[in-house]
Nanobody, 121 residues
Framework: QVQLVESGGGLVQPGGSLRLSCAAS????????MRWYRQAPGKQRELVAA???????NYADSVKGRFTISRDNAKSPVYLQMNSLKPEDTAVYYC???????????????WGQGTQVTVSS
C-alpha cells in the first residue's frame, strides 16, 4: 500500500510563513508529478502548486511569488514553502501524487489526509 502523509500546518499571523511537507511511503517504484491542493470552507478544491518528475513547477496565480514547491529527488518528500501568508490562504491543504507501485503497470493518484492552515491575527 501507499500512503501520503502531510505535516507542517498550523496557525500563523498574516504576513507569516509556514512550510508544509508531504512524504510518500510504501511499495513505490516511481513518483511522477506531486501537487498541493487546498480547500477552503464552502469552496471547491483548487490546485495550488505542482512539480513534475523533472522538477518543472507551476503555481496558481493567487500564490505566485509567495509559495514555492520543491522536492530534492524523485522519491523525497515534497515541500510547500508559504511566505507572506494572507487570511484568504486559510484552507485544508492536501498533497497529491501520481505513483507507480512496485509490480504495478500504471500510475495511480494518491491523496494525503490534509493539513489545516489558518492565517489569522
Amino acid at each position: 500500500q501507499v500512503q501520503l502523509v502531510e505535516s507542517g500546518g498550523g496557525l500563523v499571523q498574516p504576513g507569516g510563513s509556514l512550510r508544509l511537507s508531504c512524504a510518500a511511503s510504501g511499495s513505490i517504484l516511481s513518483i511522477s508529478a506531486m501537487r498541493w491542493y487546498r480547500q477552503a470552507p464552502g469552496k471547491q478544491r483548487e490546485l495550488v502548486a505542482a512539480i513534475s518528475s523533472v522538477y518543472s513547477t507551476n503555481y496558481a496565480d493567487s500564490v505566485k511569488g509567495r509559495f514555492t514547491i520543491s522536492r530534492d529527488n524523485a522519491k523525497s518528500p515534497v515541500y510547500l514553502q508559504m511566505n507572506s501568508l494572507k487570511p484568504e490562504d486559510t484552507a485544508v491543504y492536501y498533497c497529491n501524487a501520481g505513483i507507480l507501485m512496485i509490480g504495478g503497470s500504471y500510475y495511480r493518484d494518491y491523496w494525503g489526509q490534509g493539513t489545516q492552515v489558518t492565517v489569522s491575527s
